[in-house]
Every structure is written in C-alpha cells, then in structure tokens.
C-alpha cells in the first residue's frame, strides 16, 4: 500500500530524500506518495507530515491530500489522477501563488456581554446580534485581502470567528498588518492569525 | 518546527481550550464500554439537537434585523432561546460533556450556520 500526501502540476519538484517521497506522474498531474506504514496517530506524526508538505509548498504549489489517504500501487494512484483530472486541475488552478491563512477571533472576559447574563430575552438576542456583526465585520475586512474565504461553523463559547483566507504569497505581509489594525481598533478582541498553511480549506470548490 | 504565528496576542492561552479535544481526537477507536456509549449516545442527540437551536436562533436574528417583529415578541423569542440554552447546559453537564464535544465538524453543512 502507499500513501498519497500531496498532488501538484508537472513537472515533479524535487523531492527530498529524507521523506522517502516518490512521485507518480499521469494527465498532467504528479502525485507525491510514501510507502504507507502503520505506525499509530500521534501529534508528532501529524506534524512531520505537515513539516514536509511545507517544504514542498516552498517549490511548487499543491494540493494537501487527507491523511490516511491509501490506494494499493502507483498503478492505482495514476488512475486517481485520470479519473480527476478535471477536477485536481481546476483545484491547482484555483490555489496557485497562495497559501491558507488561518484566523480565529475571541472576545475577552472583560466584555459585559460575557460576564453578566442577560437581563432580558431582547438584551440575549442583542448580544448574540452584536457577536454576529463583529464576526461578519472582521471576516469581511480579511477576505477582501484573499483571494477567496471559508467560515466555519460558529463555536460555543467566546469564538466569534474561525475562518481561513486563501492569500497571494506575495500578499501574507499586508494580511498580517491587517489583522493587527484590527486588533489595535477592536481591543475587546483578541486575533489569532497563523500560517502560511498547505490549502486545505480550499482543496474542493 | 517553524513558529506557525503571524499574529497573536499576549494573552494566547485564551485559545488553547480546543487542545484536549485534539488529543481526544487521535486515538480513533470506539469504546464499547456500556457507560461510555450512553454518553456517546447523549453526545450524538445533544449534537443534532444544538444544531437545531443554532439554525432557529440565527432565523430568529435574520427575522428581528428584517424588522417584521414587535418588541413583545422579540422578548419571548429572546427568552425561549436563553431558556434553552440554559436548559442545553444542565443536559451537558449531565452527561459530562463540554460545549466542544457537542459541536461537531459537520462539512459543508457547518457553513449553514
């Protein structure tokens, strides 16, 4: 069995030896496989996964591939890239010359809203509107520096954002600058931004 | 490792509360264990049950921004939604669940909320 870790476009980048990556090539695509072992799910494991999908990131641009995804030979992952072509392709198409950029936004203890229980239901429904418009007015000032945005699922709790943004390389610096306006104008918030990231919210249109 | 922060603020441990979860995640077996399939039982209601009272509520919101409501009905709707909360809580801690355990990723159909 191996395991595909990553498509991208050909042809092949260099492949560091040390990851024991190999790369199968058909319809225009090159699927970066290893050998699939059965070693157990570890943070330690996830992590050197990431660390070699970013160092491929830095030579080419790539599709993030799920962990775990397994076919039985090259054979097979060449049929993978056929069958898809169209859809891998206009994927590649979509993330070339960006990176994912993660932001999460909290609000902080200090809030009224979050250390006295509402008054009355009208006063609920006010606070969860306010969450909602700070969560839209911050997503929306991002994503017009991105090339295209996902929101998650809002969490319980003080999230009031978790969201990636899709960002020219070129791009992350005055991404990053905006984010920290944002804190510098919104100090209730508090903004976590992290990356840059393999494109895995943007891997499917 | 590279440091993966563009920008954090000082406070970051306000954000470490998704750790354990991360962990708990990674084991990836089923327990067959009687207790702990009620609670995962519990956990899966509960799940689908917020997801509902996330759906009604933001329907809520979308209808007083429409402004079609008047200030009475506002009141109720916004005190039937707290009551519930409320009342998802005691169930959550009935169960030992965190607000995290019952907010599953669910894909695509996430974004709805």
Redesign the interface.
């Given at each position: 069995m191996i395991e595909i870790c990553a498509i991208t476009a050909e042809p092949p980048p260099p492949l560091p030896e040390s990851d024991n990556l190999h790369a199968v090539c058909s319809a225009g695509l090159v699927a970066l496989c290893t050998p699939a072992d059965e070693q157990p799910?570890?943070?330690s494991v996830l992590?050197s996964r990431?660390?070699m999908l970013?160092k491929l990131m830095e030579q080419c641009d790539l599709l993030p591939v799920r962990y775990g995804s397994r076919v039985e030979d090259d054979a097979a992952v060449a049929r993978v890239l056929a069958e898809r072509q169209g859809q891998l392709a206009e994927a590649l198409e979509r993330v070339r010359g960006a990176v994912e950029?993660a932001v999460?936004v909290?609000e902080?203890d200090t809030a009224p809203s979050t250390t006295e229980p509402?008054a009355?239901?009208?006063?609920?429904?006010r606070s969860?509107?306010r969450h909602?418009k700070v969560a839209t007015d911050v997503h929306e000032a991002l994503g017009r520096l991105a090339r295209a945005s996902?929101?998650?699922?809002?969490?319980?709790?003080?999230e009031l954002l978790r969201a990636a943004y899709l960002v020219d390389r070129g791009a992350?610096g005055s991404?990053?600058e905006r984010?920290?306006e944002l804190?510098k104008a919104k100090p209730q918030l508090?903004?976590?931004?992290?990356?840059?990231?393999p494109p895995y919210s943007f891997t499917s249109g | 490792m590279r440091d993966k922060f563009l920008h954090k603020p000082p406070d970051l441990d306000l954000f470490a509360s998704d750790l354990p979860r991360v962990e708990d995640a990674l084991p990836g077996r089923v327990n067959a264990d009687p207790e702990r399939l009620e609670r995962g039982l519990a956990q899966l209601v509960l799940t689908v049950v917020e997801l509902l009272r996330q759906l009604m509520e933001r329907q809520a919101l979308r209808r007083i921004d429409g402004g079609t409501l008047s200030e009475d009905q506002v009141e109720r709707l916004g005190q039937t939604f707290m009551e519930l909360d409320k009342r998802m809580e005691q169930l959550r801690t009935e169960f030992g669940l965190t607000e995290e355990d019952i907010n599953l990723h669910l894909g695509p159909l996430g974004r709805l909320l």
């Open positions: 799910l570890t943070p992590w990431e660390e970013e950029v999460r909290l902080t509402p009355s239901g009208t006063d609920y429904l969860k509107t909602a996902t929101q998650q699922a809002g969490r319980a709790g003080s992350v991404f990053v984010v920290a804190q508090r903004l976590l931004c992290t990356g840059p990231w | -």
